[in-house]
Nanobody, 117 residues
Framework: QVQLVESGGGLVQPGGSLRLSCAAS????????MGWYRQAPGKQRELVAT???????NYAGSLKGRFTISRDNAKNTVYLQMNSLKPEDTAVYYC???????????WGKGTLVTVSS
């Protein structure tokens, strides 16, 4: 199994920046891709960004340029750098990992990001 633990959420002012971290443990070698999703109050969960084992990235169109996903393989950690934050970015951000071979999806518990003055 794979365990994912998010951290770095909190309160930030509009225009500010925040860096989220997701530490993976367990069967690390089984992970083919990781990503970030978010769920705002009263809304469905949506894709933020993904990164494959080969380093290919994908972003939600409205977020590209403000958000950057990256990995640190030595630390088994994926990051989400969020810049120029807006109130509409307020959501619970979830880390996701995919094992294509086993057709499994893993999720972290989420970390709350609140963008407000």
């Amino acid at each position: 199994q794979v365990q994912l633990v998010e951290s770095g959420g909190g309160l930030v002012q509009p225009g500010g920046s925040l860096r989220l971290s997701c530490a993976a443990s367990g069967s690390i070698f089984s992970i083919n891709a990781m990503g970030w999703y978010r769920q705002a109050p009263g809304k469905q969960r949506e894709l933020v960004a993904t990164i494959t084992s080969g380093g290919s990235t994908n972003y939600a169109g409205s977020l590209k340029g403000r958000f950057t996903i990256s990995r640190d393989n030595a630390k088994n950690t994926v990051y989400l750098q969020m810049n120029s934050l807006k109130p509409e970015d307020t959501a619970v951000y979830y880390c996701n990992a995919v094992d294509y071979s086993a057709y499994r999806n893993y999720w972290g518990k989420g970390t709350l990001v609140t963008v407000s003055s």
